[in-house]
Each structure stands twice: as structure tokens, then as C-alpha cells.
């Protein structure tokens, strides 16, 4: 199995975290460079003392300097930004992706920047969780877990065949598709769920809490994610949110519909229809 001399992760979270920590329990990395804000970062102490990483640097041309790997996990409205910093620091031919949750805008403005000698593909692991911060970091985030990268035709394809196996190294399934048709996705599959499931926690009393079980427990958890980092996402594929959640506002219009006039025979429908769906994906 490969493995790199240097890899260094801008954000250090649960996702940047786990990638440290997964590097370096599977002995893919001699050095992992964890990048903050500042050196006294609470995750990137925590990261250090856990093993995630084994230096820590607040400037990105310095943490970068002898990276074969760059991964950027900072909120989506700032990967960008963060990418072509890296890019100009990093050694000629030094690999960089990133972690977002959204992908054609990120590639997009990288892309417009980026020189062609320059490497860079974009990558999004679907390992997340409502927790936030290297203290829910775990080394065995990725196993068994997708991770989409999203090359273009400006993309070399030993380029993309490289974040594959970096990707593949730390345990995880790797899909390909345009940044279009990721964002596409992924607004029915991971935005649009993350809205339902704050409009729901949102118009529950909090005196109803008590008697909530497991059904409301389930469709709410991710609610308690980060609304700053949620906002950012929701906005920046909103395009495709907004054609998902139209799709939605039907389907709950026929569930209206259907109970409104006493249609049993409507509302089981609907009602198999979503089971068939969700007995498909298996447990």
C-alpha cells in the first residue's frame, strides 16, 4: 500500500482529525501537519496529543512546504481560498483536494486560479456527523464509507487515479462524478435531510420533548449540527436544494392530500413507496 513522506491537513475537525488519525494508525504517513488558525488551537493541540498529527503550523505556505498531500477541511466558504494559498507553496508536484460538502462552486473558483502544472481535485467523504471537532475524531471514520471525488476535463487522470488510492488507503469506497452532478445528489441526499430535519426539530414545543421516542430522535439528530457551517452549504448549492425541496413540498402535498379526503388507499401508497425506498438501502 502506498504511503506519503508528508501530508498535511488544513482544519483540523472531525474530518481532518479522523484523517490524521487514520494515516497514522495504518503507517501511510511519516509526517502529518495539522494547519489552524493559530498554534494554540484547541484542535490542534488535542490532534497532537492524540496522535492525529505530528506538527502543527499556523501558516499555510510553512505547513505546506513539504507536503506531498494537501487536504483542505475548513468551511465550505473558505476551501477555496485556503486551496490556492496552498498551491502556490506547495512543491511542483504535490497532490491537493478538499473535504467540502458542495463541489461546483469550490472547483469552479479553484479551477479559474489554479495554473495547469498545478494538481487539484476535488473530494468530499460522506463520513460526517452532527458532532463537530477533533474530540469525535476516530481513525476508522472512513471504512466502508463513501468518498466522491469530482475531476474535470482539466483534471490529469494520474491526478485522480492518486486520490483514489489515497482515499481508498484510509478504508473508503471511491466514487467519481462531475461537481455538477455531486451537487445535484447530494442536495436530495444529505442538504435537503439536514433542513427537513431542523424544520422538524424547529416546530416541536419544547415542553412536547419528554415524550419524544425513538422515530423523532432518529429524523432529528442531525439537526444538532453547526448552523454556521449548515448555512454555508444550504446557500451554496441553493439552486439545487430549492429543486429538491420542491420535489419534497409535493410529496408532502399528497400526504395532505391523501389525509385530508380519507384516501386510505392513496395514503398507503405513499407510504410503501417510501419503504420500498428505504428497505432498498438495507440497514
Known amino acids: 500500500m502506498k504511503s506519503w513522506n508528508t501530508v498535511t491537513i488544513i482544519g483540523v475537525g472531525l474530518i481532518g482529525g479522523s484523517i490524521g488519525l487514520a494515516l497514522r494508525n495504518r503507517g501511510l504517513a511519516d509526517q502529518v501537519v495539522g494547519i ?3 498554534k494554540s488551537s484547541a484542535n490542534l493541540i488535542k490532534a497532537k496529543e492524540l496522535g492525529a498529527i505530528t506538527a502543527i503550523a499556523s501558516d499555510i505556505p510553512q505547513g505546506v512546504a ?4 494537501v487536504i483542505v477541511c475548513t468551511p465550505v466558504n473558505e476551501i477555496a481560498e485556503h486551496v490556492l494559498a496552498a498551491a502556490i507553496a506547495v512543491p511542483t508536484n504535490t497532490l491537493l483536494t478538499d473535504a467540502g460538502s458542495t463541489k461546483a462552486s469550490i472547483v469552479s473558483k479553484v479551477e479559474a486560479s489554479m495554473l495547469p502544472d498545478e494538481h487539484f481535485v476535488g473530494s468530499h467523504p460522506l463520513a460526517g456527523s452532527e458532532k463537530k471537532g477533533m474530540h ?10 463513501v468518498v466522491i471525488i ?13 486520490l483514489t488510492d489515497f482515499w481508498s488507503s484510509l478504508g473508503a469506497n471511491v466514487l467519481t462524478m462531475s461537481p455538477e452532478v455531486h451537487d445535484k445528489a447530494l442536495a436530495g441526499t444529505s442538504h435537503l435531510p439536514h433542513l427537513i430535519a431542523a424544520a422538524l426539530a424547529g416546530i416541536t414545543p419544547q415542553d412536547d420533548l419528554p415524550l419524544t421516542a425513538g422515530g423523532w430522535r432518529d429524523v432529528t439528530r442531525i439537526a444538532a449540527g453547526d448552523p454556521n457551517l449548515w448555512t454555508q452549504i444550504l446557500l451554496e448549492n441553493r439552486a439545487n436544494v430549492l429543486k429538491s425541496l420542491t420535489g419534497f413540498e409535493k410529496k408532502v402535498q399528497a400526504f395532505r392530500s391523501a389525509i385530508e379526503r380519507g384516501d386510505a388507499t392513496l395514503l398507503r401508497a405513499l407510504l410503501t413507496e417510501g419503504k420500498q425506498v428505504r428497505d432498498a438501502l438495507g440497514d
Not at 513539504?66 to 498531500?69: E, K, R, S, V, W
Not at 469530482?150 to 492518486?162: L, W
Open 136 to 145: 469525535f475524531a476516530r481513525a476508522d471514520l472512513f471504512e466502508g464509507r
Open 66 to 69: 513539504n507536503a506531498d498531500i
Open 150 to 162: 469530482t475531476p474535470t476535463n482539466r483534471t490529469k487522470a494520474e491526478d485522480a487515479q492518486a
Open 36 to 38: 489552524g488558525r493559530s
